[in-house]
């Protein structure tokens, strides 16, 4: 595989059995994922979009087909071999965020330190302080997530997904609970981090307003990719390509 790519799907379908009839969630999807990119997938509700994500990012096997990350097929992976992929190697931010109602913003990020192995206390604490500067959460550490926006909220899940520094970040609909500005805020928060850190970003959306941060937009309809677009004026794109 062409070092270039990261993620690579091969004749991608999920299905899922309903009563007599199946239903195809996603039905031959090719994709090639850059990396170091900022790739948008953008469909309308029931497109297959988060079923795409789910296959990517390990939480599930598609029915048929092949799904290579860094020249493994993951599909082929056992059950254990799986979640080991999706906690070491793959960065979730999710609509709803996801962050722990009852712990402060440092300690929802400081959690995912200690998943990662980390165990001296003042550590944990500066690291995640550290974390949350970069999203933009400086000064507001100590607080719980009901005395945050949504935006702060997103910002804290985001954080905590750039803990493990991961191979991918994939969000679903990372902007889609926040109002227009915050989300553009919230995707332009993506997008900066995604070229300082590098670190390659599957974004799953219906706002098409996200678009305008990604290096390549993605439909998907009706589990299948219609057309890809190329943005070449957005910042990142040369360097994926170059
Ligand atoms: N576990 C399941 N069992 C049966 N059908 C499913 C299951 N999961 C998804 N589907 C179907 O697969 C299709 C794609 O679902 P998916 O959740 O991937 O869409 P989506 O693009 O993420 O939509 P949305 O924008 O509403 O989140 C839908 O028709 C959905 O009903
Ligand atoms: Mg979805």
Redesign the pocket.
Known sequence: MNDDIIVQTKDLV?S???GETE????NGVDIDIYRGEFACIL????????????MIGGIDYPSKGEVIVDGDNISEYNKDELNDYRRDSVGWVF?FFNIVASLRAWENVGLALEFQGLKDKSEIKSRSFDLLKKVGLEGKELRFPSQLSGGEQQRVAIARALVKKPKIIVA??PT?NLDFVTGQKIAELIRDLNKQEGTTLIA???DISITQYADRVLH?KM?KIEKIEEQPDSIGYKKVRE
């Not at 239903?23 to 996603?26: G, K, M």
């Not at 469909?43 to 789910?54: D, H, Y």
Request: charged share 15%.
């Open positions: 999920r899922f059995e309903f239903v195809f969630a996603l469909g309308p509700s029931g497109a297959g979009k988060t079923t795409l994500l789910n609509q679903d609909e889609g799953v959306s219906h998907l589990g």
